[in-house]
């Protein structure tokens, strides 16, 4: 018979976000007994009502990767971190994630995209949306005349365009640089020392970064992280 005061310690663990792997290993015991005695003396496993980002994708009709790469770009956010980056949701974004899915169409077909792809449903809807270039050579010649002669009587319009061009590629450019470089923290800053991030992005007029850390995007000044020279 389990006592009591060891059952409500690991109720309280449960529902402070401790994962059922730690909760077992604290108490000697398997995760699957962990769950068991959690399920009988408290009718759920559920933290708190959250949802885990597993349990979010499968309602939401989506893949895990999509909601990290939804929370990446501030469509949702979690209403709990724990353990090792592991994300809690509220059941309300499910909701959220479908009206977005649902919004996102096809530039050709008006399809809900899927969760791998941006802007077209399928590689036929590509190869529609891209069929100028399929475009005999004559038609494609008469399309670069008609491109030049806008230039020519637009010069300004065509400068700030490339202009803009210019700055998008220069911009994408540096978050790939910085992203596919690993960084480490080395001055004191609200990330424990020597924690391994991943730069998001770089202002280079603030002198700011945003980092990945646990799940969660943090702003800190860019001297707090050192780049890893492997």
Partial sequence: MVAQTRLDTMHRMRQSGTSLQQIASHFGISR??????????????RIQDLLTATELARLAGC???YIGKLQRRGVIQPAKVVGRGRTL?????????????????????????PSNRQVYCSQACYIEACK???RPEQARRRQTES?????????EQAR?????????YQAKKSAERYQNTEYIIWRKCLIPLGTMV???????ATGRTKVEWGGQVVELPFGCVKRVVN
């Fill in 32 to 45: 699957q007994r962990a769950s068991q005695l959690l399920a009988k003396h408290y009718g759920s496993t």
């Fill in 63 to 65: 893949t895990q990767s």
């Fill in 89 to 113: 949701w509220k059941p309300e974004a499910t909701s959220t994630v479908i009206v977005y899915v649902d919004s996102h169409r096809c530039r050709v077909c008006d399809r809900p995209l």
């Fill in 132 to 134: 100028y270039k399929n």
């Fill in 147 to 155: 491109v030049a002669k806008w230039i020519a009587d637009h010069p």
């Fill in 160 to 168: 700030q365009i490339e202009q803009r061009k210019q700055r998008k």
């Fill in 198 to 204: 991943r730069v998001v992005s770089y202002n280079k």
